[in-house]
């Protein structure tokens, strides 16, 4: 996949240049709050991605949004780089209404594959020269199309068993003469990190094909943020993607998507509260990844595991504090957080110092019982390896892709919040393998105790007359019809990028979530093909995924 | 514990020994002079209803299923680790097979296609087995009861016994529930187990329909499915 880049693919790229490139494939224009739109024929996908992949330096597919007007369907390809977060393209492909067909782009981008499935499940796009075009969130024998506008929500459904009926009624050999053996691995298994159910069929104790069926967890966020009103009720909404603590993280992926598209500004104050609060997110999500981590290689429920839920207790008791609650925060508004810092101020900062104080000595613990660990070095060193030029094309993002050594990271190289302002370091390891992204995700944690108590320090000094929380925002949010925007933060586990498309109306015409992990799940075929079953697992740990966002 | 001590056991509380007992003990291990023999008294039988006695040692012993569905898990985690320690109930042993568990809670929202699995997974359990439904969506589907592909309440598959609210509820919360189903159970009291709305059937037995007609090429006859008729959910 590796591709020789023309000397000027870094140089920043402007819609005429980017024009140019597509030729007579453009047929249209449209502008996106976030970047050009270049509408172009359906047969024309792959080689249009092509060019801006090989030519121009567009070499991250983030997302695919699918959608049905009244007249046509739409599928639009957001395209950035993986150098230049804020270089960014979309590739508008319209579709016929009444034969929506439109070239997949699986060919240039492997994540795609994921991408496009998710589209058709929900929105009925048929992909041509798609490798298998099947649904993947919803049953195998669902009808209709639920995100399409005919779709009656009230008609019955059948769903089978099948696959689970009985694994052990009959010999599970896969074909005739062959060795190997179908193991169905979930959806209820300690190991998989909620219900995923994942297809592996082994030689030994080789994996020789391994597939994850996810959809076990679809709950219709879309759905549920296109019925909810911008200003208030879309907000509860993000805390439940990825639960692992991540709430803040989540909430301000809306937030900001939210606000670029109704031109909400944010005071400096509320900055500050939304970083520390969201770091201190992170370091709770990742301290339940070490420990689930621990959980997964050598079935550590007794010390490592109970650490990390110790750190996390602690880190929860803060984000109670200032949130008013343990897990489903709810705390961001648009324009800012809904109320200050808890009173009295000094406890609070205390609180969060003695946790950041204690944290290089409970860290230390982790590295003495796991880095160091032999056994863990043994399972985790070398195994689970997903290259730099693979992980790309699966649109890999956060510890997953700077544990394969890539340099990247919304918070600096899209910048938003306070995180400009801030001495911090983006951490990225080479190894490529399963000890890399633990190493990443334990390094991260010390990058997010840097961040918070420097946020502590200014709101400690922060005059007191100048606390504002929240700007002026208008009770209700009404953007202009057909306004389009896509914008991308950095969650616990990746990119978290959301597209709006507003209607005129207080609710968003179309609201796409672009999951973190449901890119980075698509590596571990990748990772685990050829390899040991016990290395699959730990390789699926590695990649931390939370159900919650991969199903959405 | 100080080596002149020769009753380990007896603490100061415990030592108002009676006539019998001293006669009891003389010659006795001191081992066998312990608190369960003072709660005793002099008589080394007890008096009660077997059922009785098996429904205190059922709830008194929980072996609880290892089940992780959505957010409400992680409280769930939290509540079997360290700080909340659900052990100490005599509940907070986690086993990963539904054929060695008790109780199974249910922490999350339920899906049209998780549906049939959960109620698999809850056939495979032995009786007596009870159910803790934990957090809205296993009340009525919570926030996302408007939802295309959610079922609305974890009752609407299997008999719940105890109904935790809170979105997700507090490892406090859960632990009161806990405690709350271990008195039904020491009551000798659980959920009847009647037919479910959504149950699992052979395909071949639905009612035929339009919708039947149209899966009939994909479904076999003898392959269980659920029905989901969403028009009739509460």
């Known amino acids: 996949m590796s591709v020789e880049l023309p000397a000027d693919a870094d140089a920043v790229q402007t819609p005429a240049e980017v024009a140019d490139l597509l030729g007579d494939l453009v047929i249209g224009r449209e502008e996106h709050l976030n970047a050009p739109g270049f509408v172009i024929k359906p047969n024309s996908v792959v080689d249009a991605l092509r060019r801006l992949r090989d030519q121009a330096g567009f070499d991250h597919l983030s997302c695919v949004t699918a959608q049905e007007y009244e007249d046509r369907y739409e599928s639009i390809y957001h395209l950035t780089s993986y150098d230049d977060r804020t270089q960014e393209v979309s590739i508008v492909v319209p579709a016929d209404k009444e034969n929506p067909v439109s070239q997949s782009a699986n060919e240039v981008f492997r994540t795609a594959d994921w991408h496009e499935r998710e589209a058709y499940d929900l929105i009925g796009i048929e992909y041509d020269d798609h490798p298998d075009l099947r649904r993947i969130l919803l049953p195998e024998t669902w009808q209709g199309h639920p995100l399409g506008q005919s779709y009656d929500q009230d008609q019955p459904q059948v769903v089978p068993l099948r696959e689970h009926q009985n694994p052990l009624l009959e010999d599970q050999t896969a074909d005739n003469d062959s060795e190997t053996m179908y193991l169905n691995i979930g959806p209820h298994h300690p190991a998989t990190h909620g219900v995923l159910h994942i297809k592996t069929v082994l030689d030994g104790e080789q994996v020789v094909d391994l597939e994850p069926d996810i959809g076990y967890l679809h709950r219709c966020e879309e759905q549920m943020c296109q019925n909810s009103t911008y200003r208030y009720q879309i907000m509860p909404y993000p805390d439940r993607w990825d639960y692992i603590s991540a709430g803040l993280l989540n909430e301000w992926a809306y937030a900001r998507t939210a606000e670029e598209l109704a031109d909400i500004e944010v005071p400096e104050y509320a900055q500050i509260i939304r970083t520390m609060g969201a770091e201190l997110c992170r370091m709770a999500a990742h301290f339940l990844a070490l420990g689930t981590f621990a959980l997964d290689i050598y079935g550590d429920f007794t010390a490592l595991f109970m650490y990390s839920i110790r750190d996390r207790e602690k880190v929860q008791n803060i984000l109670e504090e200032l949130t008013g609650q343990r897990l489903m925060f709810n705390y961001f508004r648009l324009g800012g957080v809904v109320w200050d810092l808890p009173e009295p101020r000094e406890d609070f900062f205390e609180m969060t110092r003695d946790f950041l104080e204690d944290l290089p000595t409970a860290l230390e613990e982790y590295h003495d019982m796991m880095t160091s660990n032999e056994i863990l070095q043994v399972r985790t060193v070398d195994t689970g390896v997903l290259p730099p030029e693979v992980a790309k094309s699966y649109g890999a993002t956060g510890p997953v892709a700077r544990g394969s050594g890539i340099d990247y990271d919304v918070r600096r190289d899209d910048p938003y919040g306070y995180y400009e302002n801030l001495d911090w370091d983006v951490v990225t390891e080479d190894g490529c393998d399963n000890f890399s992204r633990l190493l990443v995700r334990m390094r991260e944690v010390e990058e997010s105790a840097k961040i918070v108590e420097q946020c502590i320090d200014l709101l400690e000094d922060w005059p007191e007359d100048e606390r504002n929380i929240q700007s002026n925002v208008p009770r209700t949010i009404k953007p202009d019809d057909d306004t389009e925007i896509y914008k991308a933060v950095e969650g616990a586990k990746g990119e978290l990028g959301i597209y709006i498309r507003s209607d005129g109306t207080e609710e968003p015409g179309r609201f796409k979530i672009r999951s973190p992990c449901f890119s980075n799940l698509q590596t571990l075929p990748e990772m685990s093909n050829g390899e040991y079953v016990p290395d699959a697992i730990a390789s699926l740990g590695s990649l931390d995924i939370v159900l919650g966002e991969v199903d959405r | ?234």
């Open chain 2, 1 to 234: 514990m100080s080596s002149d001590n020769q009753q380990p056991f007896v603490t100061d509380s415990s030592k108002v020994g009676t006539a019998t007992r001293e006669a009891r003990l003389s010659g006795q291990d001191n081992r066998f002079n312990s608190r369960l023999r003072e709660a005793f008294g002099s008589s080394p039988f007890i008096l009660t209803k077997f059922d009785k006695f098996m429904n205190w040692v059922r709830g008194s012993s929980m072996f609880m299923l290892q089940f992780g569905i959505a957010c409400c898990s992680i409280e769930m985690m939290h509540t079997y680790a360290v700080k909340h320690d659900l052990d100490r109930f005599g509940a907070g042993v986690p086993r990963a097979s539904p054929r060695q568990a008790d109780v199974i809670i249910i922490p999350g929202t339920i899906v049209s296609k998780f549906a049939p699995r959960m109620k698999r997974v809850y056939d495979q359990m032995p009786e007596p087995k009870f159910v803790i439904g934990m957090g809205s969506c296993t009340i009525s589907g919570g926030p996302f009861q408007e939802g295309y592909n959610v079922v609305k309440g974890a009752e609407e598959v299997i008999p719940v016994d105890i109904h935790i609210p809170g979105c997700p509820p507090r490892p406090e919360a859960l632990v009161y529930g806990v405690a709350k189903l271990q008195e039904r159970i020491a009551n000798g009291e659980s959920s009847p187990v009647t037919v479910k709305p959504y149950e699992l059937e052979e395909f071949g037995d639905l009612e035929r329909d339009e919708i039947i007609d149209q899966l009939a090429e994909e479904i076999d006859v003898e392959d269980l499915v659920m029905r989901y008729n969403w028009a009739d959910s509460p």
